[in-house]
């Protein structure tokens, strides 16, 4: 299948960041063939089978969200006010009540909501993440995909006590490995499988080191949290005698195929196991500054430890994720041009692609990528005048303003809606399953916070 985009305005995100006026862009089997001023595309190639016209709109790669957790949707409207403490009185007792079916209405919103916002490629991790694979394959959308395992005790940990079972551990990463062996590289190649440690609060050594072999021996990356908290540093130095990213790196989890979540909460020393071990950094400012946090990005990056942007959950917007990094860093810095519009929106595409260990394939507009884009209509209130569109994309876009988006070389949004789902009955679906969910949750802890 052949596709040209004629007529449109492209950021390319490429090393030289070029921005094309009157380009276009033709796909081809999936791959970008061709861009440059529509003219000279047109006269390089045959008629395309479709054409998308492109006038008043800019075509930029896709987002990739490099941390999120989709089911976790299941918070909106119950998280956002409960600090901290929804992590041990929301996050993991959720766990204990949430039925699959449940997890896999709730996140199938989700991620049609990313897709909506211009997210093409999904880093997701979840306990029983598995269940959303074959959602993943319809909708169209590209997603690393980890079961996040823990093999604390749920409602001990409520309590305030850890308590970890070795037949927990086996059946977890049993879990996580039979996922791998499943869907690894299904979806002609869209869904690849993570191990998925969920945090070094609730995962004991056997697990974490488990998580390694397995990623070593199927060829996965791996994820988890790490540097959330004070409270996470007072746990894992009572419990193991040291700090949480020497937790992780005495134990297997930091290396340079390992993205690691949040990092809001570090000193120089953390700092530096960080940047010793080469592992990326996914940064949530919009769930940072949810929790009154902001994590140093501008002290990583000069370490050079590699950052990429994560959603988290809960929103579903994923230029406000862009706006937050900007605005975070600024304020964190008092600095008021810390980051400039281009390299947000790097940290938005390319910076995700490599922290997946995919930058040879998606994250810029380039020929031999795979079409992973979306384009923005520009012709609408708060985007014109356009007289510097990745200012303007930056600081002024909306998932309202996304009119197409393409995964693969596949159209799988097209004016506003998607393909291969209807977004009313998801919605629908999610709506009526996270009620139930609740009233279960309630009933079994007294409230709608278990601690």
Known sequence: MSVLIRNATLITVDADDRVIEGGALLVEDGRIVDLGPVEEVVGRHAPPQQEVEGEGRVVAPGFVSTHTHVGYTIFRGRSEDAGLNCVVGMYIPMHTVLRREERCAVGSLTYAELLRSGVTTVLEMEEDADVYAPSVEKLGIRSAMGIMTSDADADAFTRGEYVFDPK??????????????????????????????????????????ASRREADRLGLRLTTHCGWGEEEYAIVGELHGKSPFEYLRDNGLLADDTVIA??????????????????????????????????????????????????????????????????????????????????????????????????????????????????????????????????NLVYHAHASNVDMVMVDGRIVMEQGALVHADGANLAAAAESHAQEAWGRFVTKYGGIVAR
């Open 168 to 209: 927990v551990t086996e059946a977890q990463v049993k879990q996580a490995a039979e996922f791998a062996e499943s869907w690894h590289g299904r979806a002609d190649g869209r869904i690849t499988v993570m191990m998925a440690p969920n945090m070094t609060i609730n995962t004991s050594p056997e697990l974490l080191q």
């Open 262 to 391: 949040h990092g809001y909460v570090t000193d120089d020393h953390n700092t530096g196991v960080l940047a010793h071990s080469g592992a990326c950094l996914a940064h949530c400012p919009l769930m940072n500054a949810t929790r009154g946090q902001i994590a140093p990005i501008l002290d990583y990056q000069k370490r050079g430890i590699p950052v990429s942007l994560g959603i988290d959950n809960m929103y579903g917007d994923y230029f406000e994720v862009i706006r937050a990094a900007v605005l975070m860093a600024r304020i964190k810095s008092s600095e008021a041009q810390a980051i400039l519009a281009p390299e947000a929106l790097r940290l938005a595409t390319m910076g995700g692609a490599r922290a997946l260990g995919m930058d040879h394939e998606i994250g810029s507009l380039e020929i031999g990528k795979r079409a992973d884009l979306m384009m923005i209509d520009y012709r609408t209130f708060g985007l014109r005048p356009t007289l510097d569109p990745v200012q």
